[in-house]
């Protein structure tokens, strides 16, 4: 049994919804709360995501959970030899050496404080995962792709629900995401690796 699926509405998040709902919160991030109330409806509007939500039917002034989706992709050329050849191997066999996997970015997903430890986050991740594989969906998308909290609970439960790190140390993906200038930059950071705030994680949705 689903509780999305047999207790909620699923719906794009509008004005009309945040104004006759109670304020959205997940208990324990502000940033992402305030995102949700103030913010999302201004990406919508400048196509930089859309944001969804599940909505209690008993009560629809109750959101459930929020989650919202851009389009993205898998850079492959730009990782390292071993790397990008068990890419290549994993995701297509060698049929085709694509220089990028199209994916979907979860950029944001949250659930109400009084639903956490429901198991809603992995349904949204599962609902998530179908919808883009179904025949409804209008453009390629091989992957699912987040940028997930760097703290353990959070990478622990992608972990959990199929994601993969796309790379194991944190100064790799540094260098990925944000690629040295000069060889003396490259030097600097490796020897001085920063912590990321976010982790590049992905799933195959084929898988």
Not at 133 to 145: D, H, M, P, Q, V
Request: hydrophobic residues 35%.
């Amino acid at each position: 049994m689903s509780f999305l699926a047999d207790q909620c509405t699923f719906e794009v998040l509008t004005e009309k919804i945040l104004a006759e709902s109670n304020p959205f919160t997940c208990g324990d991030d502000p940033d992402m709360d305030d995102f949700f109330r103030k913010d999302a409806l201004t990406y919508a509007r400048r196509r930089l995501g859309k944001t969804y939500c599940f909505r209690l039917e008993a009560d629809k002034r109750c959101i459930v959970a929020c989650f919202t989706l851009s389009n993205d992709s898998i850079r492959i050329w730009d990782l390292g030899s071993s790397k990008k050849n068990a890419m290549w191997k994993e995701i297509t066999n060698r049929e085709k050496m694509l220089s990028r996997f199209p994916g979907v970015l979860i950029g944001r997903l949250a659930v109400a404080k009084e639903y956490i430890g429901k198991g809603i986050g992995s349904e949204i991740l599962d609902f998530i995962k179908f919808w883009f594989l179904s025949e409804e969906n209008k453009t390629g998308c091989r992957l699912a792709i987040v940028d997930a909290k760097n703290e353990a609970h959070v990478l622990k439960f992608y972990e959990k629900n199929g994601f993969k790190f796309l790379f194991r140390r944190e100064i790799d993906e540094d260098l990925y995401t944000m690629p040295a200038k000069t060889e003396e930059e490259q030097h600097e950071r490796l020897n001085h690796p920063r912590k990321l705030n976010t982790r590049l994680m992905y799933c195959d949705l084929i898988d």
